[in-house]
């Protein structure tokens, strides 16, 4: 996607060859988020429970922050593959950003005192993008996120 958003030329720079084809790419974002919410939830009632019953050690937690980077990977990835389709189509994503991805990074934005320095950092990435690129003159929208 990078390599042909960065096409010097306007009309090489398109990356899915119908809106259909992006509206599909966006659920697929959705679905894959949407899994990464599931896993990561289990995974901090697993460390809670853990603690709640002394079973758990530094290296178990080790063990499991890592997977939590690994499935919370998969959302940095998505982030980038967003920004590039803001930055070839602008507004014309909004809808599609809105639909299947903007409810991850809306969570974290809430969670914010739960989760990783670079969830949090990826989850503000994506919302100023939003903002700058999609033409979203809501301000208010994301200190509403935190309230």
Known sequence: MKVISENEQEANRQIFVSPDKMAAFGQVMKK??????TL???KLEEIGLKHKQNEIDEEDLDLIYED???LTGVSIYINECCNI????YGKQVT???NENVKFYFTEVMNDYQNVS??????ASYFFINCTEKCGNE???ELISLTS
Do not use: R, T, Y
């Open 32 to 37: 894959c988020l949407e899994k990464v919410s």
């Open 117 to 122: 320095e670079q969830e949090l950092q990826d």
């Open 68 to 70: 939590l980077n690994k």
């Open 85 to 88: 389709m803001m930055d070839v």
């Open 138 to 140: 809501d301000f208010m």
């Open 40 to 42: 990561k939830a289990e």
């Open 95 to 97: 809808p599609i950003i």
